[in-house]
């Protein structure tokens, strides 16, 4: 999937008191915990995803997948590209990674997605509309950034 031609959709950024190996590990154990319950998996059930189980190499790496979502690539404390698609869109939610200075590092969650047809306009509606999908890309970095720093998540 060439994920330059997908719409941007938006992006997010926190700032982790913790060096880059750190956020690399916090996000990987994050992104497993969140979309490997089986709410996640009922879930892309009744959307239709391409993934639905988890499976691929662990850590997460270049063809892991977990329900929602592929790794298509994984640079180690730089970025992370997870690309998905289902009756109503195909995306990509792109983590980078970036030196903050003083041990902390920049996590930035950048999506994007196309939603092709009514159903994808009215998914579309439902879920960047409603501001549900910044809601929980915004919990999602929290998460992260208190896991890496050591204060649970």
């Known amino acids: 999937m060439d994920i330059a031609v997908l719409p941007r959709i938006d992006e997010h950024e926190t ?3 913790a060096e880059g190996g750190a956020v690399w590990h916090a996000l990987g154990e994050t992104l497993e915990r969140s979309f490997g319950r089986p709410r996640s998996a009922r879930y ?3 959307v239709g995803v391409a993934d639905r189980a988890v499976s691929g190499p662990r850590p997460l790496s270049r063809g892991s997948a ?3 979502f592929r790794v ?3 640079v ?3 970025e992370l590209v997870l690309v998905g698609r289902h009756h109503f869109s195909t995306y990509a939610l792109v983590f980078r990674m970036e030196t903050a200075g003083n041990g902390r590092t920049r996590l930035r969650a950048e999506t994007r997605a ?3 047809g009514p159903g994808g306009a009215l998914y579309r509606l439902l879920v960047i509309g409603t ?3 910044a809601l929980l890309t915004g ?3 929290t998460t992260v950034r208190r896991r890496a720093e050591g204060s649970g998540g």
């Open 15 to 17: 700032v982790v008191a």
């Open 44 to 46: 892309a059930r009744l």
């Open 66 to 68: 977990f329900p929602g």
């Open 72 to 74: 298509a690539d994984a």
């Open 76 to 78: 180690p404390e730089r």
């Open 114 to 116: 196309r939603f092709p």
């Open 131 to 133: 501001g549900a999908h």
């Open 139 to 141: 919990r999602l970095l």
